[in-house]
């Protein structure tokens, strides 16, 4: 395997988001993860820029690499034009790559995601779509959600949506043609892939932990991972 | 010499491809379609959209999910069915997808290599071919760069009509309309104009609150993650205390999660502390601009869908003299009416 460095410097992200960082520390100032969480994304930039193999090892099995929130206000910042959000793009993506993202409990939340964000799109055509706001999952939605949630199919109609039937407008039914293509993308681009390695690392943890594993959301490593 | 204060961006002024938000239609459904009516029959301006679009992927890309090779690719497919369609101009819904679009075209401006690969891959896949866009315009800068057209067709406006005194609108830009590109944005990053410019011209006042320019908090994996979403409300919550010194009588977004975060975090900020970011322990009304446009219009504000606020506005409708049913306001047809239960501290 390539060392991590090289891995990195071969993604264009890396090359557009790191070009000469002096650590000043503007992007952690001016970071809402920085003011949330242990995070600094000068830091981050501190440790990549040294090349060193161990330490991108440790960095990519670490929690600091998940707590970007990608808001990219790092990139409108920084005096020498880096992007440290992109530089989380990339050994995020490594680290899924390479499983080591199930060492952290943050990483290990991409299984998750999968199975919520990347399933919808596949499914669906559409990253979020009403029926996915399930008011269970999403108490924070309040009591005006549950009632939309409970009368979508006579309220979008009212408004001018679609509402999951086939045609145009708004949470229509995507056609299956248009499903295959975009399954076709998935397939060609390395998003199956991706996917595959996420559940592939997510079942070699749940073994590891001695905890249930299934396709399924009923199993002792989902409930982990959600804690 | 041209401040960022003053820059602007070059709108068209007719023809568009337009493709969605997957939040918008999903959370503000009646924000789109008031969005294509005022566009279409108001301003008598072509507006196509191709049913086969899909979601851009942002969502997922930002989440890590998603490999910059396949959001590449699917965006060069809604490029594709623009180009079949014989338009140049990309309308953009969402402001996540519009800033996906702008670094994608600057990608592949940088990476020639990248664009070739795009198109074999988009070939391979779907039998497509494309071209890239002259413009991307989000929709906030089709509404900005028509403000005065509009307002010459208003039936209300941002003006307290009890005081005679304009209202003030406090504004939330959205981090990737402008921070990722500035020079994609009217006003940049710095001093964003879209939606000032859009309040000012329809008789409001706009106020310039410290953290205006700070994340609403989506922070995409981390509201995903029912575990993470201390992360999203927190930094609402800096936004909130940040505006409610200056009694703002609205919010104002450009991008359709923002707008829900920022509506729908003052009720969970309200169940947790027991406050409201107002006076009357209402919360701060909160308006897309889409549906701002159309109060100012004369549309039914159940029309528009402002039903599906948690945060309610009748405040606002109030102050501007917008005349509506408060009857009607939770009517679903033919079914028996099912109101929503009120929450125990914000007022509705």
Known sequence: ?227 | MQTWKDYQKQVPDNHFFYVRSCIRQSFFPGAEVAFLRIMQEYLKKDVFEDKRHTTCTGIGYHSDIIPLETIMTVVARQLALMTEAGYKNLLVSCVTSFGIYLEILDMWHHFPDKLAQTREALWRATRREFEVPQVVVHASDAIYHFRDELFNMAQYSLVNQETGQPLNGVEHVGCHYAKIFPQKGFGGAEFPTVLTGIIESWGGRVVDYPERRHCCGFGFRHYLVQANRGYSVSNSKVKFESMAPYNPDFILTNCPGCNMFLDRWQYTLSEINGVTYDRDGRGIPVLTFEEAAGLVLGFDPWVLGLQMHQVGVESLLDKMGVRYSAKTKYYLGNKNEVKPEKPSVLMV
């Not at chain 1, 991590?4 to 970071?31: H, K, P, S, Y």
């Not at chain 1, 206000?73 to 995020?92: E, L």
């Not at chain 1, 399933?119 to 009591?143: A, D, F, R």
């Open chain 1, 1 to 227: 395997m390539q060392p991590v460095i090289e891995q990195m410097r071969a993604d264009i992200r890396f090359q557009e988001g790191l070009t000469a960082c002096m650590n000043c520390g503007v992007c952690t100032a001016i970071c809402p993860a920085a003011g949330y969480y242990d995070y600094d994304p000068r830091k981050i930039c501190q440790l990549v820029q040294t090349g060193d193999e161990d330490i991108l090892t440790e960095l990519l099995s670490g929690e600091e690499i998940w707590m970007c929130g990608q808001c990219l206000s790092c990139k409108t910042r920084c005096p020498r034009n880096n992007t440290p959000g992109y530089i989380i793009q990339v050994i995020r993506k490594i680290s899924q790559q390479t499983g080591l993202f199930v060492n952290s409990r943050l990483g290990r939340q991409q299984l998750l995601i999968k199975r919520k964000i990347g399933h919808s799109i596949l499914e669906t055509g559409y990253c979020v779509h009403p029926k996915l706001v399930n008011p269970e999952e999403h108490p924070e939605q309040g009591p005006v959600w549950n009632w939309v949630y409970e009368n979508g199919e006579s309220l979008f109609p009212q408004l001018g949506s679609n509402y999951y039937k086939p045609g145009e407008g708004g949470v229509r039914l995507i056609d299956e043609t248009s499903l295959d293509e975009l399954r076709n993308i998935f397939e060609e681009t390395g998003a199956v892939k991706l996917f595959e390695q996420i559940e592939k690392a997510s079942a070699s943890k749940a073994k590891e932990l001695n905890l249930s594993f299934s396709a399924d959301a009923d199993n002792e490593y989902m409930k982990f991972i959600q804690e």
